[in-house]
């Protein structure tokens, strides 16, 4: 599933001519399953996490079906079942941001407005599950921030 995931370069959503394409969506289902498998060591959390960036970081899109969304249910389901530790899971967000200090064309273009959607979709996901001040809710915002170029008075 993995390999598939990593992979995989037919990134549409919705096609006229045949319905749901959708493999970053159909993929995250089924990476969220993968995570929660008694077998899913943290050696596999954290290359669950390595394939949910390469998608987001994909060079060729910017998601419009709410991929963002489905991505964002593995990373609640890893902190809802302590899968691996919140600051590990806080690293890996800010490892998102990196993106924002290239230069700016298509691919990390590409990569900040997705990165950015899924921040959003998890910090909106998490709710009231988020204590404020915790190492997450840091990690999430300050992302966020970081991603978001009209925060920072940028055009």
């Not at 910017?62 to 809802?80: C, G, K, P, V, W």
Request: net charge negative; charged share 30%; hydrophobic share 40%.
């Amino acid at each position: 599933m993995l390999r598939y995931y990593k992979e995989e370069k037919d990134l549409r959503g919705y096609l006229p001519e045949g319905g749901w394409a959708h493999s970053a969506a159909h993929g995250a289902d089924a990476l969220d399953e993968l995570v929660q498998c008694p077998e899913s060591d943290a050696a596999l959390q954290h290359e669950v996490l390595a394939a949910i960036q390469g998608k987001l970081h994909n060079g060729m899109q910017i998601f419009s079906e709410e991929e963002d969304e489905r991505m964002a249910t593995i990373l609640d389901t890893m902190i809802d079942k302590k899968l691996l530790p919140l600051q590990e899971i806080a690293d890996w967000i800010s490892g998102l941001t990196h993106c924002a200090d290239l230069p700016q064309n298509r691919g990390p273009r590409i990569a900040r407005v997705n990165s950015k959607n899924f921040l959003r979709s998890l910090y909106f996901r998490r709710g009231r599950k988020i204590r404020r001040g915790d190492v997450l809710d840091a990690a999430i915002l300050v992302g966020e921030a970081k991603l978001n170029r009209f925060s920072i008075g940028e055009d």
